[in-house]
């Protein structure tokens, strides 16, 4: 059974910075495409960032771009959302979640961490 479990949330003022991660288990790791969603305090889920099987190739949501940096380590299972200049727009729950056939459309789903930017 595939189980996600994120890390490393909490509270930052505005302009700090925060990194998530999320360990994968169940399954071999490099056999999922990964990504970040978030959904904020009365919003819709949001996609944020997504990465391929190898890490080569990473996607970014316009909101995030040029703050946010998505990574893996397939060796560790782990998939890191490096988190800049944060905003208290990017207050959110946020969560990994895992493909094995595209970018687009996701099989497995972690619990969350919960991130709050103060102004």
């Known amino acids: 059974q595939v189980q996600l479990v994120e890390s490393g949330g909490g509270l930052v003022q505005a302009g700090g910075s925060l990194r998530l991660s999320c360990v994968l288990s169940?399954?071999?790791?490099?056999?999922?495409?990964m990504a970040w969603f978030r959904q904020g305090p009365e919003k819709e889920r949001e996609w944020v960032a997504a990465i391929s099987w190898t890490g080569r190739t990473t996607y970014y949501a316009d909101s995030v771009k040029g703050r946010f940096t998505i990574s893996r380590d397939n060796a560790k299972s782990t998939v890191d959302l490096q988190m800049n200049s944060l905003k208290p727009e990017d207050t959110a729950v946020y969560y990994c979640?895992?493909?094995?056939?595209?970018?687009?459309?996701?099989?497995?789903w972690g619990q969350g961490t919960q991130v709050t930017v103060s102004s």
């Open positions: 979640a895992a493909s094995t056939s595209s970018l687009n459309d996701y099989d497995y």
């Open positions: 169940g399954r071999t790791f490099s056999s999922f495409a």
